[in-house]
Every structure is written in C-alpha cells, then in structure tokens.
Nanobody
Framework: QVQLVESGGGPVTAGDSLRLSCAAS????????MAWFRQAPGKERQFVAR????????KYADSVKGRFTISRDNAKNTVYLQMNSLKPEDTAVYYC????????????????WGQGTQVTVSS
C-alpha cells in the first residue's frame, strides 16, 4: 500500500512559480510510474505529467509543456512538479498518483492517489 501526500500549493499571481511535492509512505516508489493530474472546478480530471521510476522517461500535457517539469527523488520517496510561468488556467487541485510501470496518462490506470493540493493563479 502506498500513501501519497501532496504539498506546496497556494495562491499565486500569473507568471509566478510553484513547486509541488508528493511524499510517499508505506512503500518505496521504486518501480512505480508517478504522475500529476489536475482538476479544475466543473471540469474533468486532466493529465499533467508523468515520470518513469528511473526518471529517464517523462511525458507532459501540451498545455504545460515547456513550463512544468516533473522530477523524482527515489531516495526521498518524493516526486516534484516545478511549475513556472503560471497562468490563470492552471488553477486547479493538483493530485499526485502512482501506478505500475506500464501506465501512461489515463487516470484510471493509476492505483494510488493523494488528497490533492490547491493551486490558484490570479491574473
């Protein structure tokens, strides 16, 4: 069993940066694909980024490519999402998720989820 806890969200102004963290407990993250998803009010959950267990493979949604960077520190059992040049449309609850090494960007494939952290970007 893996427990995930996100942190680092908050209110910011457009153009600012934030770094989200996702700390895992219960089991090592080695071998798990890790991802970030987000859900804005009234909208469906959206894939943001994912990273392979080794960190050697990453994938991003087109809407965040070039602005967000996903990384992981397996020694610390933590995954990060560096968010730069934030826009109001990035406002959402951001969720960390863990899945098997074969998962990609479908949320339904991920078996473990955190409780989410709110990011609010004002113009």
């Amino acid at each position: 069993q893996v427990q995930l806890v996100e942190s680092g969200g908050g209110p910011v102004t457009a153009g600012d940066s934030l770094r989200l963290s996702c700390a895992a407990s219960g089991r090592t993250l080695n071998g798990y694909m890790m991802a970030w998803f987000r859900q804005a009010p009234g909208k469906e959950r959206q894939f943001v980024a994912r990273i392979s267990w080794s960190g050697g493979s990453t994938k991003y949604a087109d809407s965040v490519k070039g602005r967000f960077t996903i990384s992981r520190d397996n020694a610390k059992n933590t995954v990060y999402l560096q968010m730069n040049s934030l826009k109001p449309e990035d406002t959402a609850v951001y969720y960390c998720a863990a899945g098997s090494i074969t998962v990609d960007e479908l949320g339904a494939e991920y078996g473990y989820w955190g409780q989410g952290t709110q990011v609010t970007v004002s113009s």
